[in-house]
């Protein structure tokens, strides 16, 4: 079985600062992993996905993700974050290949202050 | 469809009533999701249907839940003698398959909002 942590429930930062939303996955398997956006009164939407390849993956909206293994995290980044990227992030995982179940972590809400 | 549909938007019931929550996926998508989304709780499992495949109803909380998919297309999630924690957001997914690699990439709906008095 899978589990995501997002330790993080709110993450205040202000507009044009950077900022790091973290996820930790537990896994027995190799696994895909992806974050999901949901923006006020909106519905969820993928934000990005590492399925295999270069560690470091990007984004809609400039966010990036580096997955680390020995580390077991997902950790998402923005450079200079917007008024606009105040939403709720979900950290997913879901075991490679095949249609899986795919176990989300209980989000991060992204607070940016003008 | 050109998305996830999912019907009633909103729900409001009486403790004890049952309800029906519906979920047409995208066209053509074989695996569909059921989560559910309670304020501070995130994103919690609840069943998932993979083509014929017995689905994995792991998450569902009690035996007042239940899901069936007709025809591999649409589903519909029944809760029946609803109780005031079955209020939350009932959200639907599909997914297809990335070019070889199968990852699970979902498409959600909007939601079924369920209030339970």
């Known amino acids: 079985a899978q589990s995501v942590t997002q330790l993080d429930s709110q993450v205040p930062v202000f507009e044009e600062a950077p900022v790091e939303l973290r996820c930790n996955y537990s896994s027995s398997v190799s696994v895909y992993l992806f974050w999901y956006v949901q923006y006020p009164n909106q519905g969820l939407q993928l934000l990005l996905k590492?399925?295999?390849?270069?560690?470091l993956v990007k984004g809609i909206n400039g966010f990036e993700a580096e997955f680390n293994k020995s580390q077991t995290s997902f950790h998402l980044r923005k450079p200079s974050v917007h008024i606009s990227d105040t939403a709720e992030y979900f950290c997913?995982?879901?075991?490679?290949?095949?249609?899986?179940?795919?176990?989300f972590g209980t989000g991060t809400k992204l607070q940016v202050i003008p | 469809g050109a998305g996830v549909s999912q019907s009633p938007s909103n729900k409001v019931t009486e403790k004890g009533k049952d309800v029906e929550l519906r979920c047409d996926p995208i066209?053509?998508?074989?695996?569909l999701y059921w989560y559910r989304q309670s304020l501070g709780q995130g994103l919690e499992f609840l069943i998932y249907f993979q083509g014929n495949s017995a689905p994995d109803k792991s998450g569902l909380p009690s035996d007042r839940f239940s899901a069936e998919r007709t025809g591999g297309s649409v589903s519909t999630l029944t809760i029946q003698r609803t109780q005031q924690e079955d209020s939350a957001v009932y959200l639907c997914a599909s997914t297809s398959r990335i070019g070889s690699s199968g990852a699970n990439v979902l498409t959600f709906g909007a939601g079924s909002r369920l209030t339970v008095l």
């Open positions: 590492y399925l295999s390849g270069s560690t």
């Open positions: 997913a995982v879901s075991p490679s290949g095949g249609y899986q179940k795919v176990t």
């Open positions: 066209s053509g998508h074989t695996a």
